[in-house]
């Protein structure tokens, strides 16, 4: 008796590319805005960044409708957590939060690549990437996403930071500047554009740092 | 199909008590389950669509002065690798550790769920948990999740009142106590050298020790062994980590980038 594939499957892929780099006393995190489905584009301007916390900023690719029920459920706790706590969830809480809430979905995952950008107790930048079922880990830099296999090489290239794991223990953050992270990130749009044609449209890049959060854009190629 | 939850029922407390406002928010968590006809199959096409991190080699033995545990730090979805520093040696608590092989996700939310679990019994008894113990807390949740697509094959390293001990314990709910194990695609050839050199290595291991602080000159033989069959297994590579468990303290020996040795450089006619 030949395998009976199922018609019909609860997943769809929406593409998208999202990168968060973390600083000395700063996080870039940013993402394409363009959604699509199969072949055919559904909207060229549609935002995968979400603001969980003041020190926290999330960027997720893959099914939105899978990333807009898990930012659902995670600003909900957030919300419940400033009830019961009288504060802001932290950024490595939030880290927490996010992998225990992909986890609880193992059997029927959050089709959902998220990296997790902010700034940690100390104000340090810190940037956490996530597996879809939740497997974690602090990193200084890091893509996920389509066009996340042609990013990240280029960021291993220009920021490789020691291993974590290394004794003694050194700094994972880059030593960039702000300006230049951010402009790092725009090469790696622009050319991740080039090969990849899920990624495009728009660059939404959101800075965190002491002085709170700022948003801006920049214009990829439209093909 | 009845799931055991109660690795879950540690959280329940956090919720608020009685109010029924937003009641599935504020459930003490669970398990959703597909409403697929054919579980596997749906277990299987997730496993391929969503490639899930794993691909390791780790190993640990016991010998004189305690446990020691190494493992490499490579994370692989399919073919790619996701990430080159994954922390694989878990620390369940302050004197007990535990080795992540298969699933990524599947070892770090149950060595935590451990952790809290050992922790409870602390509390509860006034004494800390043996190895014995931990080790079968973590198989009987384990066993039950037979058959729904876990994947763990971690070892329980720990220090309790008895010495020194080393579970091997995996996702089918096998439980073996051991001297020494590898887990992980390169374990093969980890228990190679592992069995092979073992009496010279321990040898070699207590004059080491006698320059324990002396680090930084000192030829690790697990990362020796370690590095021997990374070179085999394209599944692993970039750093290796080594933790020392003695007598209740849990001690980082090592941890350094993999390299090439120059003698077994020379050997291949490169200079």
Known sequence: MTKQHPAWSPYDNNGGTCVAIAGADYCVTAADTRMSTGYSI???DYSKIIKLADKCVMASSGFQADVKAL????AARHLIYQHQHNKQMSCPAMGQLLSNTLYYKRFFPYYSFNVLGGLDNEGKGCVYTYDAVGSYERVGYSSQGSGSTLIMPFLDNQLKSPSPLLLPAQDAVTPLSEAEAVDLVKTCFASATERDIYTGDKLEIVVLNKDGIHREYMELRKD | MKLDTSGLESTSPFFGSGDELCPELLAAPSFA?????????????????????????????????GVMVAADSRASMGGYISSQSVKKII?????????????????QFWHRNLGIKCRLHELANKRRISVTGASKLLANILYSYRGMGLSVGTMIAGWDETGPGLYYVD????????????????????????????????????????ELFIMQHSEMQPV???????????????????????SFTTIIIQSRPVRWSKKWLKSQGHN
């Open chain 2, 91 to 107: 620390e369940i608590n302050p004197y007990m550790l535990g080795t992540m092989a298969g699933g990524a996700a599947d070892c």
């Open chain 1, 42 to 44: 559904l909207s060229r």
């Open chain 2, 224 to 246: 020796v062994v370690l590095q021997a069959f990374i070179m085999w297994d394209q599944m692993d590579g970039r750093s290796c980590l080594v933790m020392m468990l003695e």
């Open chain 2, 33 to 65: 389950l597909p409403l697929s006809t054919d579980f596997d199959e749906f277990q299987k096409d997730t496993k391929a669509t969503l490639k899930h991190a794993k691909g390791t080699t780790t190993l640990a033995f016991i010998f004189k002065e």
């Open chain 2, 171 to 210: 996702s089918e709910g096998g439980r073996l106590k051991g001297t020494r194990f590898s887990v992980g695609s390169g374990s093969p050839y980890a228990y190679g050298v592992l069995d092979s050199g073992l009496t010279c290595l321990l040898k070699k291991l207590r004059s080491w020790l006698e």
């Open chain 1, 71 to 74: 930012q659902k459920l995670l």
